[in-house]
């Protein structure tokens, strides 16, 4: 995890015009700091992305993070030339970790996250990641581990690419999080995550729908996770 100041990140001049060829160059020869910077600038030039995050800074949550979809897709329609970085975005995942595993609970925290962001026209999908081995098997099919962490949680995803996350706290401090870097996801790469909880099925029916609306993507082969 690296902490940016967030008025600095959102208002960065230096990544207002990425493309496909600059994303690569920083993924080739930027420090993990630089790739972060760009990442963050990228993804906050998605008008949905800082609305949603300055909302939920002031919140209480326990800790969370906004992550999959919303972000590295930004980062795909940016490297596409797209001039709106909501494109193909379905909707807003919100991980956070609540160690009360009630349904009860968790249910207070998804109406307070969807509350606070009711006028936005946004579809955020608030999930308690301390709880998801409870329901995991009866939806997938397959029995799961209890994460450890949202870290733990941001690295179960069925992509590489897929595996990042920002948090904004009330002082302005910004947290990326990435598990495997940015170099997959500057590259236009779909990787298949070697640590996902997600079986193929999963990983060829998210490729099949990406690239139909990214065709830009270049998809590698499916291979059996090792393991978180």
Sequence with gaps: MLLLDYA?????????HLTAESLRDVATTGTPEDQAAAFAATVLRNPSVPAVLERLADLGLPPWYLTAGS?????????????????????????????????????VWIKKCL???ADLGVELEPRNQARVHIWYESKWGKKI????????????????????????????KLAVHS???????FNLVLRPNPLTVAPQ???EAKAERWMQEWPQLTKLPWEEPTGR
């Design 8 to 16: 600095d990140a959102r208002d960065h001049q230096g990544f207002d």
């Design 145 to 172: 581990a209890p994460y450890r962490d949202l870290p733990d949680a941001i690295s179960s995803f069925a992509a590489t690419s897929c595996c990042v996350g920002l948090s904004l706290d009330s002082g302005g």
């Design 71 to 107: 972000l590295f897709q930004t980062v795909w329609n940016a490297a596409a030339g797209r001039a709106d970085l909501s494109a193909g975005i379905r909707d807003h995942d919100l991980f956070f970790f609540d160690e009360d595993t009630s349904w009860e609970a968790e249910d």
């Design 179 to 185: 598990t495997h870097g940015f170099a997959d996801l």
């Design 201 to 203: 099925a999963v990983y």
């Design 115 to 117: 509350g606070a962001v």
